[in-house]
C-alpha cells in the first residue's frame, strides 16, 4: 500500500508531454477552440494519470461547449472535435510506444494503433440505439451530446492509459513522447 501513497504524490515531471493548444475550429464564422474544456483537462494533467479519472475530469466534459454561443449541435460536434484531437495525440504515444517494440514482436499492435479513428468506431451505434430507447424529441442533440461525451469518456481513458506508461519510459521514441530525453 506504501507504493501506492507513493505514487500518488509522485512528482509529475514524469508527465510532462504536452498536445500544444487545442485546434481551432471555424463554426458559424466564428473561431471555436475547445479552451474550457482543454484547460480543465490540463489541470487534471498537472495531477498525474490519476487525474483523469476522476470525476473532476468527467466533469471538464463539455465545458467549451456549454460557453459556446453558437448553434448548439455545432458546438458538441466542435467539442467533439477536440476530443478527437486529444485521441490522435494520444496516438501518436501508441504508434511510439510500439514502435519501440522490437522488430517482428506484436505485429498484431502494430496493427491496431495505426487508426485513431478505431478507438471511436462503435460511438455513433452505440449512442444511435441509447437515444432510440428514449424517444424524445430532441434525439438529434441527444445524439450529438451523446456522441461528443462517450469520445471524451474514451479519450480520457487512453490518455489516462498512455500516461501511466509513460511514468516507465526510460529511451526511445516512446520516452522522446513522453517528455523524457534519452540519456
Not at 475550429?25 to 473561431?31: Q, T
Not at 424517444?135 to 469520445?151: I, K, L, N, S
Request: one cysteine or more; aromatic letters at 8%; hydrophobic letters at 45%.
Amino acid at each position: 500500500m506504501k507504493w501506492l501513497a507513493l505514487f500518488l504524490v509522485m512528482p509529475v515531471a514524469g508527465f510532462t508531454q504536452s498536445f500544444g493548444a487545442p485546434p481551432v475550429v471555424e463554426l458559424d464564422g466564428m473561431a471555436f477552440a475547445a479552451s474550457e474544456t482543454d484547460a480543465c483537462i490540463n489541470d487534471q494533467v498537472s495531477k498525474g494519470p490519476g487525474g483523469l479519472v476522476t470525476r473532476a475530469a468527467r466533469a471538464c466534459i463539455g465545458y467549451s461547449a456549454r460557453a459556446c454561443t453558437a448553434d448548439p449541435m455545432a458546438c458538441l460536434a466542435a467539442e467533439q472535435a477536440y476530443w478527437d484531437w486529444r485521441i490522435a495525440n494520444n496516438y501518436n504515444g501508441l504508434q511510439a510506444w510500439v514502435a519501440d517494440l522490437a522488430e517482428g514482436e506484436n505485429n498484431d499492435l502494430r496493427a491496431s494503433v495505426a487508426n485513431p479513428a478505431a478507438a471511436t468506431a462503435n460511438v455513433v451505434l452505440e449512442c444511435a440505439l441509447r437515444v432510440g430507447q428514449t424517444e424524445t424529441t430532441t434525439a438529434e442533440a441527444d445524439q450529438a451530446a451523446c456522441e461528443m461525451r462517450e469520445t471524451a469518456l474514451i479519450a480520457l481513458e487512453l490518455e489516462f492509459t498512455v500516461r501511466q506508461a509513460c511514468a516507465a519510459a526510460k529511451d526511445g521514441a516512446f520516452a522522446q513522447f513522453c517528455g523524457k530525453t534519452d540519456g
